[in-house]
């Protein structure tokens, strides 16, 4: 991850996001996390930041990915507002989620 904000930094938004999505599907097929998981997050805020740096038809792209990231907060916040507390098992504290 620290070498696509590397890339992103550099303006080489192609290359952090070839990275970052190869990472986040391979941690999806071999079940590391399930889609729709609070560690995957930062993976598409990276990949919203480097399809905005490619502009263009990339735009609506960026938007799936923030909508997603979104999305997955949503569900985790209503799941801990329901279950009256987070599952120890995430990887992502409460101060990145924040």
């Known amino acids: 991850m620290m070498l696509a904000k590397r890339y992103i930094i550099d303006d080489n938004f192609q290359e952090a996001h070839k990275i970052v999505f190869e990472l986040m599907r391979k941690k999806i097929n071999d079940k590391v996390f399930v889609e729709g998981s609070m560690e995957l997050l930062p993976p598409h805020f990276i990949l919203a930041e480097a399809n905005i740096g490619m502009g263009g038809a990339k735009l609506k792209k960026a938007e799936t990915f923030l909508v997603a990231a979104y999305w997955n907060l949503l ?13 120890d098992e995430t990887l992502v504290d409460a101060k990145e989620i924040e």
Do not use: I, V
């Not at 569900?75 to 599952?87: I, P, R």
């Open 75 to 87: 569900k985790f916040t209503s799941d801990k507002d329901e279950k009256g507390g987070a599952s």
